[in-house]
């Protein structure tokens, strides 16, 4: 054992003589080239699962954002959680410097989530200390942190503010004015009849006028699409009817009467909801609804929606999803039968999120001639039209678990025959990519051997011949025979993976 002592003065010169002696202090680390600092800070931000961003720029399909709309609970409560995951790092980040914040605005702004009234004073605060900052002494106002925001998401769930509040110097028409680029309306008209209340908030005029530049007016209107508008596209979410921002008829004139059309040009994606006052059609009925340049539509709840839907004028409609239950309808009333006679024929997308009926499925087959994408429960996945080159399936990760995997394989080989020209096949449910990776893992346990089984024997019921149809799961990613088994010490898990596994465990 070695005992500590104190150096004699030799031993000490002895030390000094072989000590290294050090360069000088190091030059500064030459700073990143801006581009290539957004483009980390953009990744590092952005918390939804590859291919999909949390960062919006343009209306989207509901089938191009994440999550699925397969689960109203589990899958919202995921994306509030990814949604503030993103916010603590796009602060931290921000606060590093002066610089960092500059580039980081473009995404420290680009969604903002509403759960309280009092932080609509806070967000106006904060424009005008970032305007003060970057107007006229720092560069174009159009760069400010309001021109930024791209999405605002009133959370349906989470409204915390009652009709004793005091009123706010910063209201909604305030924000909308002062974010002229936003593009995303997320949650609208629902459940949020608290804010509405506000003081302030109808002295300002129509909102309307500040968002989707409106025609009514008792002259016939023309439902064509013009591509001489410059103005952006905007999704609208979770609209429902007596919504003060967008009107789902014309306003009463003057003289009593509701004007004779409804001339909506700019949005691009609307998602109708049922509200505790559920829709008049019959208010509807003698008046043209006219949205040119809508492109897709999301029916959610009860008929009240569906039958709204169905006044709709929509030329340019190619994407359809569908979550409404409509019973007592005689066939030649139904919504669904009326929507599938109008705009079968233009739909390239179709989506249906409920059990449908063999009515409906029959009626796609009828109507449907140039679908090409179809989403569907995977026990109805047999009447896709002829026309389908990809088919999305549901509940792939109860098959294995209910007992009906000879059910599954039946109705894979019907899509298979029904669909000549089918590609690729996907599983829509993050859940079950999840249990594939637990299976992979876990080598020993029967359960996993089961699941592992069953994924393989999925993948040879898709080989046709010398054509192969592809099995994909939700982020597009090929499910093949060595997707299911893992040599020792190997894993594929990437970074997602590992965020939708904690988050599935509740560690997130």
């Not at 004793?164 to 459940?191: A, I």
């Not at 006044?311 to 030649?332: H, K, Q, V, W």
């Not at 995977?378 to 039209?385: E, N, Q, S, T």
């Not at 995997?405 to 990519?433: M, N």
Request: aromatic share 8%; proline share 7%; net charge negative.
């Amino acid at each position: 054992m070695v005992i500590p002592r104190r150096l004699k003065a030799a031993e000490l010169d002895e030390i000094r003589r072989g000590e290294p002696s050090f360069p000088s202090p190091l030059k500064p680390i030459p700073s990143l080239p801006t581009e290539l600092l957004r483009q980390i800070i953009m990744h590092a931000t952005d918390t939804h699962p590859s291919p999909f961003s949390i960062h919006r720029s343009t209306p989207l399909s509901v089938w191009d954002k994440f999550p699925f709309p397969s689960n109203d609970r589990l899958d919202l409560e995921m994306e509030r959680t990814l949604h503030i995951l993103s916010m603590r790092r796009k602060v931290v980040i921000s606060q590093v410097s002066k610089l960092w914040r500059d580039i980081t605005i473009e995404y420290l702004f680009n969604s903002i989530r509403l759960h309280h009234a009092k932080q609509l004073p806070l967000l106006g605060r904060a424009f005008d200390a970032d305007e003060r900052r970057n107007g006229p002494q720092g560069g174009d106002i159009q760069s400010s942190a309001a021109c930024w925001v791209r999405e605002i998401w009133l959370d349906p769930e989470r409204i915390d503010s009652t009709t004793s509040d005091p009123p706010l110097e910063f209201d909604l028409p305030d924000l909308f004015q002062r974010c002229p680029n936003v593009v995303v309306f997320r949650g609208f008209g629902h459940r949020s009849h608290f804010w509405y209340q506000q003081a302030g908030l109808f002295k300002k005029g129509q909102i309307i006028k500040t968002i989707v530049p409106t025609t009514y007016g008792d002259e016939e209107a023309s439902c064509e699409s013009s591509d001489t508008l410059e103005r952006r596209r905007f999704e609208i979410s979770r609209l429902v009817d007596h919504d003060p921002f967008i009107p789902l008829a014309p306003p009463t004139s003057t003289s009593g009467l509701r004007s004779s059309y409804l001339l909506m040009h700019h949005i691009q994606s609307l998602e109708l909801h049922p509200s505790d006052i559920f829709y008049n059609p019959s208010a509807s009925s003698s008046t043209t609804i006219c949205l040119p340049n809508l492109t897709h539509l999301f029916i959610h709840g009860l008929c009240g929606p569906a039958q709204y839907a169905t006044f709709l004028e929509m030329p340019n409609i190619r994407s359809l999803t569908y979550d409404a239950i409509c019973t007592g309808f005689d066939l030649d009333q139904d919504p669904f039968q009326t929507l599938m006679e109008r705009h079968g024929a233009k739909l390239q997308e179709l989506a249906l999120l409920h059990e449908p009926s063999e009515e409906e499925l029959l009626q796609i087959q009828q109507y449907c001639t140039n679908l090409e994408t179809m989403y569907v429960t995977w026990a109805h996945a047999d009447y896709c039209p002829r026309t389908v080159t990809t088919v999305g399936l549901f509940g792939l990760e109860d098959a294995v678990y209910s007992a009906r995997v000879h059910r599954l394989f039946t109705t894979v080989r019907g899509l298979l025959e029904a669909a000549p020209g089918l590609r690729e096949v996907k599983d829509l449910s993050w859940r079950s990519g999840i249990v594939r990776q637990r299976a992979a893992r876990s080598q020993k346990d029967p359960v996993a051997l089961r699941d592992r089984k069953f994924w393989a024997d999925l993948v040879k019921v898709f080989r046709r011949g010398e054509e192969e149809v592809r099995l994909v799961d939700w982020r597009g990613r090929t499910l093949d025979a060595g997707s299911f088994t893992l040599g020792l010490g190997e894993g594929r898990m990437d970074e997602d993976d590992r965020v939708m596994e904690q988050l599935m465990a509740g560690i997130l």
